[in-house]
């Protein structure tokens, strides 16, 4: 009847054990939901801000390919003063002359490249000179305009290094989006796997302190039947030590959920300092839901929607553009060249000052109207005698085609090893989450017959005591279980590419 007491007192501590346990307390706590900490991921992440800075720099880096079709103004005067003394230059036979002018130049010229590989020229000219040429006075007016232009018709016609160039940035800033993409993914993944480890320790600390309390009611119980003569005093000893353990395991729990709540602050992207002294607890319950695993949808998932694929992808479309213009060097050079001008002049001469005065109209009038004109076509040929450099550089391009394939095909390879090693991996912790919530269902059935027992005098404290821990370890076990199988299930998710579409999450880029 004594030992009936004791089980009952016992039955009865742990009751109030359970409801003080849940009562409010002082600590300050943060209840957050794993779409909230996605979010808050998505805003304070410190990875995903840092590579948000990428597609950026690829943007300005395309711009500032795309500027090579900028004109390019060039304005040029100057005023010189010349004196020539005379002699004999069989170069230059204008030193026979002796004369001084001062003349005044100008010429303008807007250059340019069009993307079919046109090189144009627009140009203009203007002079004004005065001054003396053996003692007879000269004043001349000239004006040019014009355009040249030249056009390649085999090298660097249907592609060049430019074109080339822009083609291949534009492509690196779609690589460059995909890898936000990519980050972000793996910051959800982050987010995911911390929310249920932090879930899972808290749920563990449950187990072990509701333990702790139990085997404390136990051990008074057993001190006070210790006193009466009930029991000898070596079973309040045997209750004191699992005491002990127990507590050891709680503080091992505690400190499992600070590391585990600072992982998921991490992840999130929090400072530390403005949640100080704050208890982030999941409010997110560990739940096993049924999901419909299926390995051919999974491979079809991950080899469409993985960022790093796409990106392998791009990889090798931008090989595919330095071979094509590799494949463009090897022809010659063939160029038409084109150009058109007028001119137009105006200059007198006289010994006797003052100088008739010479018309910088008239010059200019002679260009628009014309009477002046100048124009030429033709043809330019140019081609390396052994082309060795083209030649290689082909060859390479055709070898580094070849290897961007092959990373492709080594990417998609292991994408479809961790699709198949995840989802074998979730299933399996799906029946482990069923095996454990068993064997808790077991535990608890054993330690209430061998409550019923001690009641009974037929057993004894300590297997009550070994009772318990089993009870209070297949909990945790199953939380555990819990935890992994939601686990396992982000990891599915990840290795299929698929974990942005869950939370309908996407990255704009301006």
Not at 23 to 32: D, G, K, M, Q
């Amino acid at each position: 009847m004594q030992l009936s007491g004791v089980v009952r007192v016992w039955g009865a501590v742990l009751v109030l054990a359970v409801q003080a346990d849940s009562s409010p307390t002082n600590a300050v706590e943060r209840r957050l939901s794993l779409s909230e900490c996605v979010r808050m991921a998505i805003d304070g992440n410190r990875d995903l801000q840092i590579e948000r800075v990428n597609p950026r720099i690829a943007r300005l880096t395309l711009d500032a390919s795309a500027g090579y079709y900028d004109p390019t103004l060039a304005l040029a005067g100057q005023h010189t003063h010349q004196v020539e003394t005379g002699g004999f230059d069989p170069v230059d036979l204008s030193r026979y002359n002796v004369h001084q002018s001062d003349s005044e130049l100008a010429n303008a010229a807007l250059t340019g490249f069009l993307p079919s590989g046109m090189t144009y020229t627009f140009w203009g000219d203007y002079s004004h000179t005065v001054g003396l040429r053996q003692d007879i006075g000269i004043e001349e007016f000239r004006a040019k305009v014009g355009v040249s232009v030249r056009q390649p018709l085999l090298r660097d016609f249907w592609t060049d290094e430019p074109r080339t160039t822009i083609k291949i940035n534009r492509k690196s800033l779609r690589v460059s989006e995909l890898n936000v993409r990519f980050v972000l993914m793996e910051v959800i993944h982050r987010v995911e796997l911390a929310y249920y480890e932090l879930a899972f320790a808290r749920e563990d600390l449950e187990v072990q302190r509701k333990l702790v309390e139990v085997r404390q009611a136990f051990q008074d119980q057993a001190h006070q039947q210790v006193i009466t003569g009930a029991i000898p005093a070596i079973e309040e000893k045997l209750a004191e030590a699992e005491v002990a353990r127990a507590r050891s395991a709680l503080l091992a729990a505690r400190i499992a959920v600070t590391l585990a709540e600072n992982e998921l602050k991490t992840a999130v992207g929090d400072d530390f300092r403005s949640s100080e002294g704050v208890d982030w607890v999941p409010s997110d319950s560990l739940l096993v839901l049924p999901d419909d695993l299926s390995l051919q949808e999974s491979w079809q998932r991950g080899i469409t929607h993985r960022p790093d694929v796409a990106q392998m992808r791009i990889e090798v479309e931008k090989q595919e553009l330095n071979l094509r213009f590799r494949r463009n060097q090897l022809y010659p050079w063939l160029d038409v060249v084109a150009g058109y001008g007028q001119r137009g002049s105006s200059a007198f001469e006289n010994r006797q000052p003052p100088l008739p005065p010479a018309s910088r109209s008239e010059a200019f009038d002679q260009v628009l109207d014309g009477v002046a004109p100048n124009d030429l076509i033709g043809l330019m040929f140019t081609m390396p005698l052994s082309r060795a450099v083209e030649r290689a550089n082909y060859r390479a391009g055709k070898e580094l085609k070849e290897q961007a394939t092959l990373f492709l095909k080594q990417r998609e390879e292991l994408v479809l090893r961790e699709v198949s090693d995840a989802l074998l991996t979730a299933r399996a912790e799906r029946e482990r989450v069923e095996v454990a919530r068993r064997a808790a269902t077991l535990a608890r059935e054993a330690l209430v017959a061998e409550e019923q027992k001690l009641a009974a005098g037929q057993s004894m404290f300590y297997v009550v005591l070994q009772l318990q821990g089993d009870l209070a370890t297949a909990r945790s076990e199953e939380a555990r279980a819990k935890g992994n199988y939601n686990m396992a299930l982000s990891r599915l998710h990840r290795a299929e590419g698929s974990l942005l579409d869950r939370y309908n999450t996407d990255v704009e880029f301006k």
